[in-house]
């Protein structure tokens, strides 16, 4: 059977192909976007775990908005507004990719800062829009170049990744929030603020959500993946109501409505006395081995070799000198180490950054050492 | 934010609003297809369920294609060939959803039986094909009308729901199914098989799958919804590898990869020594409320409603004579009875039946004897 021509745009993700291979026992990981599965709130869960095969109701079919106590909290969480709904996905990344399908007609424009998450590449490629490469800088996107691209095309929509950006880690300055939102209002461009990573800060003081200050024009997409667990894929989707009942149809022809006993495990984790407690026992973790990851990096690798530090999230986005960087990928590779080229975060060659992501969240600091080292020795045999 | 082309096409689901007004207390339910929560098999999932909060990997990042012990359990189980594969679903409507996404483009012609399955109208409609709706008799789609059909047009793929059909309870005889098989190789058309009332047989013999006879023509979808429980969201897609593939890559971005606590769960449900014994107490339970239903209905309506006698799935077909069936629905809701009209199973106006769809395996004798007196009211009244 002939696919789809939509299928043609698409590639495999190279990092879940790479993530098969980074699996195996003798390969250091930091390729993936994986929380440390030794620090998951499974204590915390475990009660409410117990008592789901007491709730007959949780496995009956369900609405497809969500489960209704969870669809509370989120609403009171959040303080949505009356204007403004929300709607339980399976992973953020069907709230993604259900705002392509509702949304996006071949050929339309969204606008994404460059580099830019492969999922959503992968997603917005489907869909068969067009996508607009916008240059990020260490505070945000380039906004002269983000003003005139809206101002000179139909944009659709403005995908972004404010808090602690994948795959760069850069977090998005108040100024560069408010502007982007006073241009998505001045241009009727849809902002989707993607961020999974928000509860994710170590250091420096969190921002409002660039949504907040333009809600009427944007959606939010939260993940569970990173604070809860990944395995249960569950996030939300919260925006205008009109929008969000266009998404709610979709997805009743998409799965008719996510796990409903993994909600209600969703719910009683975030509502757990000890969840604050946990997550800052978690962003703890990450700041320490973020820390150690940067100490290594500046202490092994050559001058050549730059990265931002940053205040949170799950990457260090180490640039490279201009090289093949997916050969030099496959390099270490062959010496244990698994990491992401650049390459595979670009819609096009134009402007592509020598770099590597380093995920520093599920790797301990005897193998953040070790990776470093097998970098330095391959970094070393390039010159 | 002006919505796609696609979505103007889709309904919203009549079930599932007419559903949110079923939930209230004061009207029986024979308008979903819910199984029975009373009897759901929770008791032989307790121990599993427990175990979970000790089994950190399923809590982790998971593969697309399905929770690994979990896919090699149903290669095993349905004895798929080497040529095949497997592919874990967030439902079977999510392996419905991705088959559309995968292999249609606007204007491909899909047939389907008429009346059809709401979710699959759907799901074809967001997709853009052009459904071509082949007459349903007694014993599966009318051989003649499919093979001119076949013939004179370029078929994409033939959905099917062979055994307890819905909404009509319609099981194919064998001859249907080879006869099926032998066109869809001739015609080079794709058969999707959809399969989720086939363990629900209470009578009769079993027959094999459409698919065991062109194989290498077919995909198959599987549901846990109605033997395991469907808040759990688990279905299964399979089929010739290439094709399983291809739905992989697009489940990579629709959800990344299905709950999989979930699929862990299922998979110790569907081992248990126990669970054989469960669906046989489970097809009993239904094969006894389909009979008193059918008493029912043969007690106390006039002859001019009929139905034909099922031998399996959840759903009895009655036949009224012509009327203008919503107006029929919506008197029923006002007398305490939710039904689904058959207006929401056909593509087009040409060739509809006045009937009701009536779901017996969720309401107890007492609400089935009192919906049939309440039927037998209004029709009384309609006369």
Redesign the interface.
């Known amino acids: 059977?002939?696919?789809?021509?939509?299928?043609q745009a698409?590639k495999?993700?190279y990092i879940?192909e790479i993530l098969?291979v980074a699996n195996s026992a003798d390969v250091i990981s930091l390729a993936?976007g994986?929380?440390d599965?030794?620090h998951?709130p499974?204590?915390l869960?475990?009660q409410s775990?117990?008592r789901?095969?007491?709730r007959?109701?949780?496995?009956?079919?369900?609405?497809?908005a969500g489960y209704g106590p969870l669809l509370d909290y989120f609403r009171e969480c959040y303080q949505l507004p009356k204007e403004q709904d929300a709607l339980v996905?399976?992973?953020s990344?069907?709230g993604l990719?259900l705002i392509a399908?509702?949304?996006?007609?071949a050929g339309d424009k969204v606008v994404m800062e460059a580099p830019s998450y492969l999922?959503a590449l992968?997603?917005f490629g489907?869909a068969q829009a067009s996508i607009e490469s916008i240059q990020q800088r260490a505070d945000g996107p380039d906004l002269q170049e983000l003003e005139q691209c809206f101002a000179n095309k139909t944009i659709?929509?403005f995908y972004a990744v404010p808090d602690f950006h994948n795959p760069t880690g850069v977090c998005w300055s108040l100024e560069v929030r408010q502007k982007v939102a006073q241009l998505c209002q001045q241009y009727n461009v849809?902002l989707i603020e993607d961020a999974p990573y928000r509860e994710l800060r170590f250091s420096g003081t969190e921002l409002p959500l660039v949504s907040s200050f333009c809600p009427e024009h944007s959606i939010v997409l939260r993940s569970y993946?990173k604070i809860a667990?990944?395995?249960?894929?569950l996030g939300l989707v919260s925006g205008p109501k009109a929008?969000v009942s266009?998404l709610e149809?979709?997805k009743?022809?998409?799965?008719?409505?996510?796990?409903?006993?993994?909600q209600a495990v969703l719910l009683d984790l975030l509502q757990h006395d000890d969840f604050p407690n946990h997550l800052n026992n978690l962003r703890e973790l990450y700041r320490k081995r973020c820390q150690y990851l940067a100490n290594q990096l500046i202490e092994k690798l050559p001058n050549n070799c730059q990265f931002e530090q940053v205040e949170g999230g799950m990457f260090i986005w180490l640039q490279l000198p201009d090289c093949d960087v997916d050969s030099l990928a496959k390099q270490m590779l062959n010496v244990g180490v698994a990491v992401v080229p650049s390459s595979v975060f670009y819609q096009s060659t134009a402007g592509k950054q020598s770099a590597f992501r380093l995920n520093f969240t599920n790797a301990c600091d005897s193998d953040l050492a070790l990776a470093v080292e097998r970098l330095a020795q391959v970094l070393e045999a390039v010159k």
Chains 1, 2 share one sequence.
């Open positions: 059977m002939q696919l789809a021509q939509s299928l698409i495999p993700s879940r098969s993936g994986l929380p599965g030794d998951f499974l204590a869960m475990e775990i117990q789901l095969s007491s007959a109701e949780l496995f009956q079919y369900g609405s497809t996905c399976t992973g990344q069907q990719d399908r509702v949304f996006l007609d999922g992968q997603v489907l659709k929509m849809a993946s667990t990944p395995g249960i894929r929008w266009a149809r979709v009743q022809g998409a799965d008719l409505h996510s796990s409903q006993p993994m």
